[in-house]
């Protein structure tokens, strides 16, 4: 059984102080930094497969691209499977 608490106080709230930090005297900006990325042949060939257009596909997987084949039966399947 559960019974209720009693006898206890109310927690007062606390004032709380705020300290600004001293100014700091202005310096020089920092020369911002440039990252150079190089992507892989492989990655770019995955990037150009991911962005053309069906008809293109079509045309590599007629031409016989291998890849551009598989593309199109896994497309095949899906659209088959919707049905």
Do not use: W
């Amino acid at each position: 059984m559960i019974s209720p608490v009693s006898g206890v106080a109310a927690a007062q709230p606390v004032a709380q102080t705020t300290t600004q930090p001293a100014a700091q005297p202005a310096s020089s900006p920092q020369p911002s930094t440039t990252d150079t990325v190089q992507i892989s042949n492989a990655a770019r060939a995955m990037l150009q497969e991911s962005i053309e257009n069906p008809a293109q596909t079509a045309k590599e997987a007629a031409a016989g691209d291998r890849q551009a084949m598989r593309l199109m039966a896994k497309e095949a399947a899906a659209r088959a499977s919707e049905k």
